[in-house]
């Protein structure tokens, strides 16, 4: 099982940003998929962001311009900017990484069911 470490997270007003990081031990995240999840109370998880196998990004509608997704490889950690935050964007935000062999993705951020290992999550809060 591979741990990851959510931080980052806090309350902020419309407009403003924050950085989330997730961070793992064991994990290289240079030669993984990983993605940034997200859950509000009384919705679905959805996918926010997320890093294929070739290393490309990938965004919901709801969050592209907004949000970038980076890695460091040095720091085996995976970041989340995210800009111009809004009050839907108020969730628990979780980091995800899959275990079994990475695949390009086509049809952009997988379903969850598609990462084995989460990391406990973020709140995210934005006041307006």
């Known amino acids: 099982q591979v741990q990851l470490v959510e931080s980052g997270g806090g309350s902020v007003q419309a407009g403003g940003s924050l950085r989330l990081s997730c961070t793992t031990s064991e994990y290289p995240v240079a030669r993984n998929c990983m993605g940034w999840f997200r859950q509000a109370p009384g919705k679905q998880r959805e996918g926010v962001a997320g890093?294929?196998?070739?290393?490309?990004?990938n965004y919901a509608d709801s969050v592209q311009g907004r949000f970038t997704i980076s890695q460091d490889n040095a720091k085996n950690t995976l970041y989340l900017q995210m800009s111009s935050l809004k009050p839907e964007d108020t969730a628990m935000y979780y980091c995800?990484?899959?275990?079994?062999?990475?695949?390009?993705?086509?049809?952009?951020?997988?379903?969850?069911?598609?990462?084995?290992?989460w990391g406990r999550g973020t709140q995210v809060t934005v006041s307006s």
């Open positions: 995800a990484a899959r275990s079994e062999p990475c695949t390009r993705w086509r049809g952009g951020i997988p379903a969850g069911g598609y990462f084995q290992n």
């Open positions: 890093i294929d196998l070739i290393g490309n990004s």
